[in-house]
T-cell receptor, first 115, second 113 residues
Framework: AQSVTQLGSHVSVSEGALVLLRCNYS??????LFWYVQYPNQGLQLLLK??????LVKGINGFEAEFKKSETSFHLTKPSAHMSDAAEYFC?????????????FGKGTLLTVNP | EADIYQTPRYLVIGTGKKITLECSQT?????MYWYQQDPGMELHLIHY???????EKGDLSSESTVSRIRTEHFPLTLESARPSHTSQYLC????????????FGEGSRLTVL
């Protein structure tokens, strides 16, 4: 069975500072990995995904994430936070080759950006 | 641009009422899902469908029911709403092939008094 752990339910950074949101997963097979963002009163929007190939994945709004198999991690980063980045971020995993396309989500990390 | 729509966005209703949350997508996706989301908690899958006339219960037990008579439409129904059903309900869809990326609607926030 697959699972996702997001370390830190709430992360607070200053505008212009580095954003680092942590995600670790467990999966019995190589996974597909995703980061979603949710703004207040909206649904989830895909930020980026890792399937195969390059382990550093670039997404929208200047975010990127690196798949590290040895650490079973897929941390999300952005070099310089902007006020508009304040939102909740969800990491998710699905299993490659599975006919079951259900994603497993982490509990989410609320990002606050201070002026 | 994802094209998946949920109505109503917000609903406040009394205990015992029947409610239906609508979800429609125009992307031709075979797979559709309903997630329940509470503050500070992970998203819980409550129903999914892999095509017309196919519905399955998800990981979280729910008293709601779903139907899939048309590819584009996946409504969720509560026959008798209770305060414990107060939550946000998110509908999503995905392509038949691919990595399983989900496209989400904006959600329906249900409050049962």
């Amino acid at each position: 069975a697959q699972s996702v752990t997001q370390l830190g339910s709430h992360v607070s950074v200053s505008e212009g500072a580095l954003v680092l949101l942590r995600c670790n997963y467990s999966s019995s097979v190589p996974p597909y990995l995703f980061w979603y963002v949710q703004y207040p009163n909206q649904g989830l929007q895909l930020l980026l995904k890792y399937t195969t190939g390059a382990t550093l994945v670039k997404g929208i709004n200047g975010f990127e994430a690196e798949f590290k198999k040895s650490e079973t991690s897929f941390h999300l980063t952005k070099p310089s936070a902007h006020m508009s980045d304040a939102a909740e971020y969800f990491c998710a995993v699905s299993e490659i080759g599975s006919s079951n396309y259900k994603l497993t989500f982490g509990k989410g990390t609320l990002l606050t950006v201070n002026p | 641009e994802a094209d998946i729509y949920q109505t109503p966005r917000y609903l406040v209703i009394g205990t015992g009422k029947k409610i239906t949350l609508e979800c429609s997508q125009t992307m031709g996706h075979d797979k559709m899902y309903w997630y329940q989301q509470d503050p500070g908690m992970e998203l819980h899958l409550i129903h999914y469908s892999y095509g017309v006339n196919s519905t399955e219960k998800g990981d979280l037990s729910s008293e709601s029911t779903v139907s899939r008579i048309r590819t584009e439409h996946f409504p969720l129904t509560l026959e008798s709403a209770r305060p414990s059903h107060t939550s946000q309900y998110l509908c999503a869809s995905s392509e038949t092939a691919g990595a399983g990326e989900l496209f989400f609607g904006e959600g329906s926030r249900l409050t049962v008094l």
